[in-house]
């Protein structure tokens, strides 16, 4: 682990946390703001991905989170741990989410999991890559079934991929392209590959 992505022994807010915070905390009357605990934690995991290259949330960041909110820390560590969505020790700086579930499975999603780990130069599940630029998870239904297989890199959705495309995703990731997300193959939201098949032309009107 390279000394960026220690513990840290400090945090705290910065001004565009401090600005998405104040919004944050206005939906929820008085003396219910440990309502907020979870979009605060997304908070502090989104400032480390842009202080420090990896979306995480530190136990110091938690103790913050809990003073802001007026809450035990113990409150705080139970949310952050239970949830997946919260990184709780550090990632590379894309984090490369495989949904390995039915159907994405039974629409390749073995091949998607090999391409990420030749591409990203990785062992497996749980791996960050050496330049840590890549740390590979596997997880459950994202709700993109209709168009699996899928990966979320970070929080957008890259869907009906296969081994190529996904060499071709993580490529332009290593080059600082960021690709548009949604279906590889152009396909319009969640209709049939090809496009429409009904409601189209004269049969809408």
Wanted: net charge negative; with cysteine.
């Amino acid at each position: 682990m390279s000394a960026h992505h220690e513990e840290p022994t400090s945090f705290a807010f910065d001004a565009e946390s401090e600005a998405k915070i104040a919004t944050i905390i206005r939906r929820y009357p008085e003396g219910k703001q440990a309502s907020a605990v979870i979009p605060l934690l997304y908070v502090v995991q989104k400032q480390m991905g842009r202080q420090a290259g990896s979306a995480w949330v530190p136990r110091v960041a938690m103790d913050v989170v809990a003073d802001r909110l007026g809450m035990p820390p113990i409150r705080v560590y139970e949310v952050a741990t239970f949830y997946f969505m919260f990184n709780t020790r550090p990632i590379g700086r894309f984090h490369l989410q495989v949904c390995g579930t039915t159907p994405c499975w039974l629409r390749g999603s073995d091949e998607v999991l090999r391409a990420c780990k030749d591409a990203g130069h990785l062992k497996g599940y749980g791996d960050t890559s050496a330049d840590g630029m890549f740390t590979l998870t596997e997880v459950e239904c994202m709700g993109a079934c209709v168009n699996a297989p899928m990966i979320a890199v970070d929080d957008d959705y890259y869907e009906d991929l296969d081994y190529e495309s996904t060499v071709a995703l993580i490529g332009s990731l290593k080059r600082g392209e960021r690709p548009t997300p949604g279906s590889v193959i152009g396909r319009q939201t969640s209709a049939p590959e090809g496009g429409p098949q009904v409601l189209t032309g004269a049969e809408s009107e």
